[in-house]
């Protein structure tokens, strides 16, 4: 796995484990981050995925995932880990983007979370991607301490509470990464049959 976030590994071997293939994040293997230099969740995402597929000779999964908020003409974007600066905690990025919002109320707040989530083979004769997304809006306050992120402040629309109140099953059943790793693992079962 292509990341180092230990809130993305958790929920993404909860994901793909009915594959029976084991999840080992990158930096096990020594492996660094790339650098991501693209302009869109795909192309970080197939950066990631390359880099760490010719690191370790292994097929390689990768997400690009961030928060889209229409209110702030899109941003933070493909920088939302990075949104508060290059070393920023969650809630470092939580505090800056609900000081960019201020006092706009929740109507105008729709944001949505994207996720690019690809398969290359070091190889890179197969690569593959699914994308998805899950529109919400941002709170004025944080509520729970679940997840990671940005999930404090985002309202899932479906359970009206904020993403970090789900249990992990009902966030994955719901959330862009979900969506987007079950698409990419239909594709490898598709692909590999």
């Known amino acids: 796995m292509a990341s180092g976030n230990p809130g993305k590994i958790r929920e993404i071997a909860r994901l793909l484990s009915d594959l029976g293939i084991d999840i080992v994040a990158q930096s ?10 693209g302009k869109t969740f795909a192309e970080n995402a197939f950066i990631k995925a390359r880099h760490a597929a010719a ?21 933070p974007g493909i920088y939302s880990a990075r949104y508060a600066g290059p070393d920023a ?11 960019a919002l201020g006092d706009v109320e929740i109507p105008a707040r729709g944001a949505a979370f994207h996720c690019a989530a690809t398969f290359v083979t070091p190889d890179d004769e ?41 249990t992990p099953q009902q966030k994955n059943a719901r959330s862009h990464r979900g969506k987007a790793l079950r698409g990419l693992v239909a594709l490898i079962r598709e692909h590999f049959s």
């Open 89 to 99: 905690s969650d809630d470092m990025n939580i505090d800056k983007l609900l000081a």
């Open 126 to 166: 197969t690569a593959l991607i699914c994308e998805a997304q899950w529109c919400g809006a941002i709170l004025q306050a944080r509520q729970g301490d679940g997840g990671f992120g940005y999930d404090p402040v985002f309202l899932d629309p479906e359970s009206g509470a904020s993403s970090a109140l789900l």
């Open 55 to 75: 690191a370790t000779g292994l097929p390689a999964i990768a997400d690009d995932s961030g928060l889209v908020v229409d209110a702030l003409d899109g941003a």
């Open 28 to 37: 096990a293997l020594g492996v660094d981050d790339a650098d991501e230099t």
